[in-house]
């Protein structure tokens, strides 16, 4: 037998032990090659073949960064992984040298396993990318919103990418991990399972720190939020206090607690939880590091598929310009009622709903924009808030042009008492009535204040050397089912321009546009975060199968002994299934809060419910975390069942 196939049949041998690691470097691969397969499509080349051209150079660099980030991670997940698999491996090793390998074979043995199983999981992870190819690029030209789709290609280029980048990356890690076995002494290789592990111990002041941190790391989070004061350094510490606090309370507070359950002598011997606990401590303490990794990566892939989805809805474009197309028209503009009349028949024409209403604003010397309470009332009347009235002219209501403002109005600050007018001769303080805590008119440029139609009318317009580019008037089209005006929206848009004709006097903005850029900005986003988020989940559940498994001997063993004494099937299950249950959802259920907090402290932003979004993610992880435990406990109880019942 050649040495080659002797580490090949040491892989097929330890096939359940290797197979957790096969298959997250196998998905791992099948990522990467995913993000080639989209980076180096032909219709993606330069840019995105879509509504927006401002995408191009953000689409490539996300792909681009995504493969980095992929391919960092899973070298050290990979490295990670290999070297904890290691340490369980020294009994096999010392039986090795025990029978004449020398320390050199022994690391060309080691070298050879992990480049085998590293060129496996190129291969298989090529072919299943492969063969979902097809409904990848289904999938990401509807998260993308590319009108013309992605059609399949021949991806060459992203094949020989994949294979090149991780072929370095196994290298690189069998090299790393053939110098990881020292040479011990045979008689530690040999006994290394056999030493008894300490009791694990937990520091008291460090587990209610844990608990402290977390809640300061939330504190800021809300600070960050609920005061709108949007410094940096304020939600940075926020998430650091989280990490920092969710690593000491599986290190820390999880192994206290079980030591306080093994003082109260009525929860510790009742019944089969003086073994149940008694093994949770060691458990909790050995996997604390895996436990902390599983529960951020998870809080992160939850909170950036759910905020990415928030970003990329439809409500967060209403919020900020809650107007389906907005006309502006400049100066003496000839165009003004031909264009008027085209938009409104395209809506008719196509059978939308719509509703329209004017303003013409006035500009003041001091920046102020001034409107008729009897044109703001038209708007309002469209959506539905209340009528305004001016008791006088010398009140005035204030509007919120800009999300921000609105923000500030609907808490009350930064709300003036008085607002001067300057325009010509004409100099006066107006009271202000109200402020307006929602978006009722088009975008305009400064302050946006209701006046009377009597001062409205005494007020000149404020002149200028040109009055060729003024705005003389603004339409607002509310139009129901606005996010199925495609095809309106392209007749329109090559009609008037989009929102870049100063020369032919007017503007012309459409919120179908708008949406569509901010659902691709984000879309791709989406994609990073999904994908991203899905590696660290699965390279966290294939080392929590690992660990199941490196300590199953030892495990069969102790309960081996436990069975002669009266330890019943029934028993045993009841065991093993408390133990997986709280390795398997613990860190979920944590990962679910810290993501709670995070998509309330989102709703606070956001005019639109995140509810329904929130619980459809975290249920679709908890489904799948779900379907995983209930595998490997099969699983796992079947091998336990086969060598002591």
Request: glycine share 4%; with cysteine.
């Amino acid at each position: 037998m050649t040495f080659q196939r002797f580490a090949f049949n040491n892989i097929i041998r330890s096939k359940r032990t290797y197979a957790a690691h096969f298959l997250s470097s196998s998905f791992s691969v099948m990522v990467f090659f995913t993000y080639s397969l989209l980076l180096f499509h032909p219709d993606l080349q330069g840019e995105l073949a879509s509504t927006s051209k401002t995408m191009g150079l953000l689409g490539t660099m996300g792909m681009q960064i995504s493969q980095y980030l992929i391919f960092v991670f899973s070298f050290f997940f990979l490295l990670y992984s290999v070297s904890s698999f290691l340490k369980t491996r020294k009994k096999e090793f010392g039986i090795l040298i025990m029978h004449g390998m020398t320390p050199a074979q022994l690391n060309k043995l080691i070298f050879l396993e992990n480049m085998l199983i590293g060129v496996a999981s190129i291969t298989f992870g090529i072919l299943i990318g492969l063969i979902f190819s097809k409904l990848n690029l289904l999938a990401s030209e509807n998260i993308l919103a590319i009108d013309k789709g992605l059609p399949f290609y021949v991806p060459i280029k992203a094949v020989f990418t994949t294979t090149g980048a991780f072929l370095i990356l196994f290298l690189v890690i069998s090299l790393f991990t053939s110098k990881m076995v020292k040479a011990n002494k045979l008689i530690d290789l040999m006994k290394s399972e056999e030493k008894p592990k300490p009791e694990p111990k937990a520091s008291k002041a460090l587990a209610f720190l844990s608990v402290l941190l977390i809640g300061l790391g939330y504190g800021c989070v809300f600070y960050f939020v609920l005061e709108r004061n949007f410094i940096m350094p304020y939600l940075l510490g926020g998430v650091v206090f989280v990490v920092v606090g969710t690593y000491f309370l599986f290190s820390q507070l999880s192994v206290y607690v079980i030591r306080v359950l093994k003082k109260k002598d009525t929860v510790f011997f009742n019944k089969t939880n003086l073994l149940t606990i008694s093994e949770l401590a060691y458990r909790m303490k050995d996997n604390a590091t895996m436990f902390f990794m599983l529960a951020i990566v998870s809080a992160v892939a939850f909170t950036g598929i759910g905020t990415c989805l928030a970003m990329g809805n439809k409500g967060l474009t209403e919020m900020i310009n809650p107007f389906a197309f907005t006309y502006t028209s400049l100066g003496e503009n000839p165009q003004e009622g031909e264009h008027i009349t085209e938009i409104k028949k395209q809506l008719t024409r196509s059978n939308f709903s719509y509703q329209v209403a004017v303003t013409n604003p006035k500009f003041t010397e001091n920046n102020l924009v001034l409107i008729k309470v009897s044109e703001y009332n038209k708007f309002a009347k469209i959506f539905g808030y209340e009528m305004e009235k001016l008791d006088n002219d010398q009140q005035t209501i204030i509007v919120p042009s800009i999300v921000s403002q609105k923000e500030k109005y609907a808490r009350g600050k930064d709300i003036p008492e008085k607002i001067d007018v300057v325009q010509e001769n004409l100099e006066m303080s107006l009271q202000v009535k109200k402020a307006v805590p929602y978006i009722v008119l088009p975008n305009t440029i400064g302050a946006i204040i209701v006046v009377s139609d009597s001062l409205y009318d005494k007020i000149p317009n404020r002149k200028t050397e040109d009055d060729s580019y003024v705005m003389k008037s603004q339409y607002g089209f509310v139009v129901e089912n606005w996010e199925k005006s495609r095809v309106v929206t392209k007749k329109l848009e090559a009609t008037m321009g989009n929102n870049n004709s100063v020369q032919a006097h007017h503007y012309f903005e459409a919120l179908y546009s708008e949406w569509i850029s901010s659902k691709q900005k984000n879309g791709i986003l989406l994609i990073v975060s999904v994908l991203v988020g899905i590696v660290f989940f699965t390279f966290a559940a294939s080392l929590l199968y690992f660990r199941l498994y490196a300590d199953l001997e030892r495990e069969q063993q102790q309960y081996e002994m436990i069975a002669k004494v009266g330890l019943s099937r029934r028993e045993l299950k009841k065991i093993v299934t408390r133990q997986l249950t709280l390795m398997f959802f613990l860190p979920l259920i944590i990962a679910i809060i810290h993501s709670g907090v995070a998509f309330i402290a989102l709703q606070q932003l956001i005019d639109f419910s995140v509810l329904k979004m929130s619980i459809l993610i975290i249920l679709a992880f908890i489904s799948i975390q779900s379907v995983y435990f209930f595998t490997v406990r099969w699983r796992y109880l079947q091998r336990l069942y086969k060598k002591i019942m």
